[in-house]
């Protein structure tokens, strides 16, 4: 399974922000799908994720701002970003791996989107 990620851009502090992620090589059929992002400096952290069954699960700084999504006939998982402060300014990552009931931890994820830059301006 090969990812990339797009939608990455510069917006200002409330605006939104929709990120999408792609496969062109596989299908997301069976997989778990989420969303990382990692600041200069900083371990790269969860953001989103959804499962096969399409239960989400996010990180409590983004709660009720994003929405993670999946899209199984176009093979795409999406990142609705509402809101947007400057502490969400990352690189964003897509993720992916076969199976449900994953959790939140990085090394669970075998397959990486290559990452799209959000930067939100005060």
């Known amino acids: 399974v090969q990812l990339q990620a797009s939608g990455g851009g510069l917006v200002q502090a409330g605006d939104s922000l929709r990120l999408s992620c792609t496969t062109s090589?596989?299908?997301?059929?069976?997989?778990?799908l989420a969303w990382f992002r990692q600041n200069p400096g900083k371990e790269r952290e969860f953001v989103a994720r959804i499962d096969w069954n399409r239960s989400t699960y996010y990180t409590d700084s983004v709660k009720g701002r994003f929405t993670i999504s999946r899209d199984t006939a176009k093979n795409t998982v999406s990142l609705q970003m509402n809101s947007l402060k400057s502490e969400d300014t990352a690189v964003y990552y897509c993720?992916?791996?076969?199976?449900?009931?994953?959790?939140?931890?990085?090394?669970?994820?075998?397959?990486w989107g290559q990452g799209t830059l959000v930067t939100v301006s005060s």
């Open positions: 090589r596989g299908t997301f059929s069976g997989y778990t």
């Open positions: 993720a992916a791996v076969l199976g449900i009931g994953i959790g939140i931890e990085e090394n669970e994820y075998t397959y």
